[in-house]
Nanobody
Framework: QVQLVESGGGLVQPGGSLRLSCVASGFTFSTYYMSWVRQAPGRGLEWVADIYNKDGTTDYTASVKGRFTISRDNAKNTLYLQMNNLKPEDTALYIC???????RGQGTQVIVSS
């Protein structure tokens, strides 16, 4: 069964940090270009970051560049998103998936509030 399961979300104060994890199963994770996207309340999906499967090249949306870091451990079939200096506008459901989102998880909620 193809599956992605996210974890690590929660409530954090502005300026705080969280590390999201996404565990893959049922497919060859190491061959997939992977992404994190997010969906804020009442809004559509927003792309956050990508990581290329072959050389680990990364890319970020402008609003998170310098604050978020995407990484992967192919031996553990796990994708990560380290989020630092969080802002209230980062509040969203964070979803991991393949680049085309043909494979995607259910998401983990991040709330940034004082």
């Amino acid at each position: 069964q193809v599956q992605l399961v996210e974890s690590g979300g929660g409530l954090v104060q502005p300026g705080g940090s969280l590390r999201l994890s996404c565990v893959a199963s049922g497919f060859t994770f190491s061959t997939y270009y992977m992404s994190w996207v997010r969906q804020a309340p009442g809004r559509g999906l927003e792309w956050v970051a990508d990581i290329y499967n072959k050389d680990g090249t990364t890319d970020y949306t402008a609003s998170v560049k310098g604050r978020f870091t995407i990484s992967r451990d192919n031996a553990k079939n796990t994708l990560y998103l380290q989020m630092n200096n969080l802002k209230p506008e980062d509040t969203a459901l964070y979803i991991c998936g393949s680049k085309d989102l043909s494979i995607r998880g259910q998401g983990t909620q991040v709330i940034v509030s004082s």
